[in-house]
């Protein structure tokens, strides 16, 4: 995808999250916003410049479906990225790409470009 996507990347693992920035990095994409807790990200969730967002279900013991709430609202893309199935979030959630960890950076490039079939946008 020539450009590049922006990425909001929500993880409260710093190795995980750095593993799937690199991976992001890799695909030819830019990490512009990383959170590790739900207060963090929900602020960015709002006010970040970003493409679309990836979302780790569980951030310290407290569920991310707030900022997933937030991300929706904007009309913005997101996937989540868990080792949890789908019947952890909540069921208006459900829908959405599930990313199971441990991420390979074949399955996130697979889910990226099926969230931007037409390419990347601008």
Request: charged share 25%.
């Amino acid at each position: 995808m020539a450009g590049g996507l922006s990425v909001f990347l929500v993880e409260d693992e710093a190795l995980i999250r750095m593993m799937i920035a690199d991976m992001v990095e890799e695909l030819g994409h830019r990490v512009v916003a990383e959170a590790d807790n739900v207060r963090d990200a929900s602020a960015f969730a709002m006010t970040a410049q970003y493409d679309f967002a990836i979302l780790d279900i569980n951030l310290m013991g407290v569920y991310v479906d707030p900022v997933a709430d937030l991300i929706e609202r904007r009309r913005k893309p997101f996937l989540f990225a868990t080792g949890y199935g789908p019947e952890l979030l909540p069921s208006l959630l459900r829908r959405r790409p599930i990313l199971r960890k441990p991420i390979s950076i074949d399955q996130l490039k697979t889910m990226i470009d099926s969230l931007f079939p037409e390419g990347v946008p601008h």
